[in-house]
């Protein structure tokens, strides 16, 4: 079923970054980007910059629940992009919001690390999210260490150590799994989309920059942004890729701090 409205509206539960690279920041320029109407709940502040995280101040689960329960109240949402969640609380009050309002699409993207190294979500929240929300996922987009860290084993290394994570993926519980190469050692950025247990490569270009902060959550959004205009998950993930590589040829033209630049769009 495809929305009636001509301009679906999307929806981020994520958590803030002021350089603007990542997180809500990207995420809302990423619906914008790609003809969705972009909402967002804000799961946590950071205190950040393109060299690091400085501080961290999680938004209180009660008032994330207070912040969905108004929004669902009055928006009709087509997809929701999750990113930063770093409690077992606030996992549940998200499930407990999707599972009643049911958005048509729901795509995780399982936020631990900012580019610098930082890390945003704790081994116990990455636990809460691998549990309660990657079951509730339409489609869930790990890069490499990010799926070793939910699947408790060690980063894989080429394709051959991708495609053996397929099971594994496959059992953790969402629909669809986009296990993203880009941290291969590789002359391509190959991702793997997983889907009823089948896998299918998709091809991509390495971009020489470093202005790759903010690349997953860009994608994740982007990909729902998609979803919700045209219900078709490989169509989606592909114009989504297609899109986020033009961002990172253009991010060159970006002149933001001295550290992980981010991704221009
Ligand atoms: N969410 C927030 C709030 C962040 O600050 C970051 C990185 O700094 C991320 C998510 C993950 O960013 P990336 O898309 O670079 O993996």
Known sequence: ????????????????????????????????????????????????NTRGVTGVHPVPAEFIAAQLETLFDDVAIDAVK??????????????????????????????????????????????????????????????????AVLLDTTTPDSPEAMEALLPALAALGADHVLLKGGHLHAERCPDLLISAGQAHWLDGPRIATHNLHGTGCSLSSAIAACLARHDDLPAAVDQAKRWLNAALEASARLEVGQGHGPVHH
């Open 1 to 48: 079923m495809t929305t009636s409205r001509s301009i679906p509206n999307a929806l981020t539960i994520a958590g803030s970054d002021p350089s603007g690279g990542a997180g809500i920041q990207a995420d809302l320029k990423a619906f914008s980007a790609l003809g969705a109407y972009g909402t967002s709940v804000i799961t946590a502040l950071t205190a950040q």
């Open 82 to 147: 999750i990113g930063m969640v770093a409690s077992r609380e606030v996992a549940e009050v998200i499930r407990e919001a999707l599972e009643r309002h049911r958005p048509r699409w729901i795509v995780l993207d399982p936020v631990m690390v900012a580019k610098s190294g930082d890390i945003l979500v704790d081994d116990a929240g990455i636990r809460a999210v691998r549990d309660i929300l990657v079951p509730l996922a339409d489609l869930v987009t790990p890069n490499l260490p990010e799926a």
